[in-house]
C-alpha cells in the first residue's frame, strides 16, 4: 500500500484496532515505492499483477481474501470525493472467511412476493443480501412450492415478508425443517402474516393482525425508533449502546402466556418493545368503506419481535435446538431502511446468534464511517463570517470593557 494515498492512514488505524482486540492477528505493511523487491514478491505469491497495488490482504488456513483500495471507500461522481469508508464491514468479513472452517448455507423463500435478495430497489433487499455475503454465507433462494423439502445443507431460512399465504403443503415442509432443529427468521409483510399464524403459535409465538402505533417515539415519514429491549444476546450490543430500531407500521409478535399448553415445550421471550404509549389497532390499513381502526390493544408496551428456542431431539439427549426470530415488520431491512438506526446491528446479530456464532454477538457489528462536508451559499458564508470576524470578537471585547469599568466603580 502506497503511504501516500488518503485511505492509508484509515486502514492502518482500524486494522491496528482489531490488533488490540485479537493479538493473534499479524499485520505487515508494504510501501511498493520503498520496498519495490519485496512489494514483488508478495504480488507474486498471491497471484497479482505489477501494476496491483493499495491492496489489503488477509490470508491464513491457506485461504486469502484481497480488498483493493476500490472497494474500501464510496466516490461521490459530483464532487470526486469519498464520502463513505466500508473498512470495518469489508475487513471483518474478510477475517470471518479466512479464519471460518465452513461457510454456511442461508436459504431465503420466494414465490409469495417476498422482497428479492438481488433487488436494489428501496423496497428490495439488495443490501441485506449483501451483508449476508460479507457474514461469510452462501446465499440461496427457495421455492418451496418447486421442492417438496427444504434442502439439507440449509443452516438457516429466511422467510422476508410474504404478501400471499404459504400453503398447507409449504407450512408442512416448515415444521419439518424446524423438527430436525432448524433455524428460521420471520420477516412479517405489514398487510399479511404470509398465513403462518398457526404454524407460529405451535412454536411459540403469536402473531396480530393489527398495526402499532406509538405516538413517543413516531418521526416525520411515519416510522417509529424504539430502544426498549428485553435482555438477550440478540440485542445486547444494542442495549448497551443505547441503539434503537426503526420500523415502519409493526404488528405486535408476543410469546404464548404460560397457561398454554404449547409454552411449556419452548424457551422463548420478546426481544423488542414499543414504549409506555403503544396501541395497537385492528383495520388500520383497510381502504374499504365502512372499515374503521378499531383500538385493539394499549396504550402499553407492546412486542413486536420474539425470540424460541425448543430442543426437538431432548429425549435423545442432542445440543441441536430449533431457534426462530419473528419481528413484526420487513421493511426495516429493505434497501431504504437497512442503515436507519440500528437496523443493520439487529439483522446481523439475529443472523449471527441463528448460526450460533457467539463470538460476534458481544459487540456492534460493522458499520459504514461516513465523511459529512458542509456547504455554504455565498451570502451565508459571509454572514458567518462576518459574525465570527466581527460580531463575537466585539461582543467579547464590550463584556471586557464592562466588567473592568464595574471594576472601576
Keep these: 500500500y502506497d503511504r501516500t494515498e488518503s485511505t492509508y492512514r484509515m486502514v492502518d488505524e482500524l486494522l491496528q484496532k482489531y490488533i488490540q482486540i485479537n493479538k493473534n492477528l499479524t499485520v505487515n505493511s508494504i510501501d511498493p515505492l520503498q520496498h519495490p523487491k519485496l512489494a514483488r514478491k508478495i504480488q507474486t505469491k498471491f497471484r497479482l499483477s505489477e501494476e496491483q497495488n493499495n491492496v489489503v490482504i488477509f490470508s491464513a488456513n491457506q485461504r486469502q481474501k484481497i480488498i483493493s483500495q476500490g472497494q474500501l471507500s464510496q466516490i461521490n461522481l459530483s464532487t470526486m470525493e469519498r464520502s463513505e469508508f466500508f473498512g470495518e464491514r469489508l475487513f471483518t468479513s474478510a477475517l470471518l472467511a479466512v479464519s471460518s472452517n465452513e461457510q454456511p448455507t442461508v436459504y431465503c423463500l420466494t414465490g409469495h412476493g417476498e422482497h428479492s435478495i438481488t433487488n436494489l430497489s428501496s423496497s428490495g433487499y439488495g443490501e441485506f443480501g449483501q451483508l449476508l455475503g460479507e457474514m461469510n454465507t452462501r446465499v440461496r433462494d427457495l421455492s418451496l412450492q418447486q421442492q417438496t423439502a427444504v434442502p439439507s445443507d440449509c443452516k438457516l431460512l429466511i422467510i422476508p415478508g410474504p404478501k400471499t399465504e404459504l400453503n398447507l403443503e409449504e407450512q408442512r415442509s416448515l415444521n419439518q425443517y424446524l423438527d430436525k432443529g432448524g433455524r428460521l427468521l420471520v420477516l412479517l409483510n405489514h398487510r399479511s402474516n404470509g398465513g403462518l399464524k398457526s404454524l407460529l403459535r405451535f412454536w411459540g409465538v403469536s402473531v396480530g393482525d393489527n398495526t402499532i402505533l406509538d405516538s413517543d417515539n413516531t418521526l416525520g415519514d411515519g416510522s417509529i425508533t424504539l430502544r426498549s429491549f428485553v435482555y438477550h444476546p440478540v440485542v445486547h ?173
Excluded: C
Excluded at 460493522?366 to 465570527?388: C, D, G
Design 237 to 409: 450490543a444494542l442495549q448497551k449502546e443505547d441503539l434503537p430500531v426503526r420500523l415502519l407500521l409493526p404488528r405486535t409478535v408476543s410469546t404464548l402466556p404460560e397457561s398454554d399448553p404449547l409454552a411449556a415445550k419452548q424457551k422463548m421471550q420478546p426481544l423488542i418493545q414499543t414504549g409506555p404509549k403503544g396501541e395497537a389497532y385492528r383495520n388500520f390499513l383497510s381502504s374499504g368503506a365502512g372499515s374503521k381502526p378499531v383500538l385493539e390493544v394499549g396504550p402499553g408496551s407492546l412486542p413486536v419481535a420474539a425470540v424460541v428456542e425448543r430442543d426437538t431431539l431432548i429425549e435423545v439427549k442432542s445440543d441441536d435446538l430449533a431457534r426462530i426470530i419473528v419481528i413484526g415488520d420487513s421493511l426495516f431491512l429493505s434497501n431504504q431502511m437497512i442503515d436507519k438506526e440500528g437496523n443493520r446491528e439487529l439483522a446481523w446479530h439475529s443472523v449471527n446468534w441463528l448460526l450460533d456464532r457467539s463470538n460476534l454477538l458481544k459487540t456492534i457489528g460493522p458499520q459504514p464511517i461516513k465523511t459529512y462536508r458542509f456547504e455554504f451559499k455565498a451570502n451565508e458564508f459571509s454572514r458567518l463570517a462576518a459574525v465570527l470576524i466581527g460580531i463575537m470578537p466585539v461582543g467579547t471585547l464590550a463584556i471586557g470593557i464592562l466588567v473592568w469599568l464595574r471594576r472601576r466603580t
